[in-house]
């Protein structure tokens, strides 16, 4: 009798999971295509680290986004939009309203880091974890639905970390990290993005060495080549 109760439950709860946890990823685009909104970190005002005295961030951000989309051009399946187009200030709940308004399935902030010591050096890639987060603002109330709450975060927050593993794998051979990788953390611009998103930082503009390659023209199509290569990846 216990196990009749037993397998009742559990197949409710798998019902449950069934009906509240949306498959992987969903095409929303009205052409049936996966949205992927680019964020060209900085921009206007706002340059970001500097490179050189003529070279910033939001230059070598804008650069690598247009790579990515070139790249993924002829694709049947995915749609590339970004937060900004040109040199503009865009505010940061902006950019998050844009992939919103997009209705986006992924989204991929792009940056390019500074440390304090000039050995940090290779790209970096965060995605937003647990820490900070606060889903129960304006949500319905009720243990219930704080499961399905918590449920749905924890898919997109898997999901963030599949893609950030993928352009892990993908860009060790282009742009070598050194003992860096990937981190959560409660990134302001991850937060209230219901949808797998990271943050990529190219490379470090303290480090002699990273200051050039990120200028390179070479490289920046390597690095934009295998994150678009990953995203082909990520929706496959
Ligand atoms: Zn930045």
Redesign the pocket.
């Known amino acids: 009798m216990k196990i009749r109760v037993l397998t009742t439950v559990v197949s409710f709860v798998l019902f449950f999971l069934w009906v509240a946890v949306p498959p992987n990823v969903s095409a929303k685009d009205p052409t049936g295509k996966y949205v992927v909104v680019i964020d060209p970190?900085?921009g206007g005002k706002d340059a970001?680290?500097s490179l050189t005295r003529s070279v910033s961030?939001k230059d070598i951000?804008l650069a690598v986004a247009t790579l990515i989309k070139r790249n993924l051009e002829d694709s049947k399946t995915l749609a590339v939009k970004f937060t900004r187009m040109g040199d503009t200030d865009v505010a940061l709940a902006d950019r998050v309203g844009a992939a919103i308004k997009a209705n986006a399935d992924l989204f991929i902030s792009?940056?390019?880091?500074?440390g304090f010591e000039k050995e940090s050096a290779g790209y970096e890639l965060y995605f937003p974890g647990f820490k900070g987060q606060d889903g129960s603002k304006g949500a319905p109330k009720g243990e219930s639905a704080a499961i399905v709450r918590d449920m749905v975060r924890t898919k997109h927050l898997n999901e963030s970390v599949r893609f950030a593993q993928i352009l892990e794998r993908r860009l060790d051979p282009v742009f070598p990290r050194m003992d860096r990788g990937v981190r959560d953390a409660p990134l302001l611009i991850l937060q209230n993005l219901n949808i797998p998103a990271v943050v990529l930082?190219i490379g470090f503009s303290t480090s002699p060495n990273d200051r050039k390659k990120i200028q390179d023209e070479s490289i920046q199509a390597a690095v934009a080549k295998a994150v678009a290569d990953g995203v082909r990846e990520f929706f496959q």
């Open positions: 970190a900085h970001g680290v961030e951000t792009l940056h390019v880091n500074a930082e």
